[in-house]
């Protein structure tokens, strides 16, 4: 069945760096697009990154300059790499990725991995 298995995560002090993994099996993942989510305490689920299945790469306002969303296609992953890190950027981070027939897209998220962003 289809999985994506976050790893990565933990304490981290302001300013520091953090690489998030997501390993995807039971699906063909180099065929689509990934994507990460954060969700801090008390807020909303927000996206943060994207890569298509090209390559391409996408980035929300409050990440764009300090992440790199990217993939090793050979290893079914798709990576996170978070510099200069801040204590907004505590969440649990979520890979997720959808795909099906047209008219019935089925989305699927991991179990996320905590980031704490604290001294």
């Known amino acids: 069945q289809v999985q994506l298995v976050e790893s990565g995560g933990g304490l981290v002090q302001p300013g520091g760096s953090l690489r998030l993994s997501c390993a995807a099996s039971?699906?063909?993942?180099?065929?689509?697009?990934m994507a990460w989510d954060r969700q801090a305490p008390g807020k909303e689920r927000e996206w943060v990154a994207g890569?298509?299945?090209?390559?391409?790469?996408y980035y929300a306002d409050s990440v764009k300059g300090r992440s790199t969303i990217s993939r090793d296609n050979a290893a079914n992953t798709v990576y996170l790499q978070m510099s200069s890190l801040k204590p907004e950027d505590t969440a649990v981070y979520y890979c997720?990725?959808?795909?099906?027939?047209?008219?019935?897209?089925?989305?699927?998220w991991g179990q996320g991995t905590q980031v704490t962003v604290s001294s």
């Open positions: 997720h990725t959808g795909f099906g027939m047209p008219g019935n897209i089925r989305a699927y």
């Open positions: 039971g699906f063909p993942s180099s065929r689509y697009g």
């Open positions: 890569i298509t299945s090209s390559g391409s790469t």
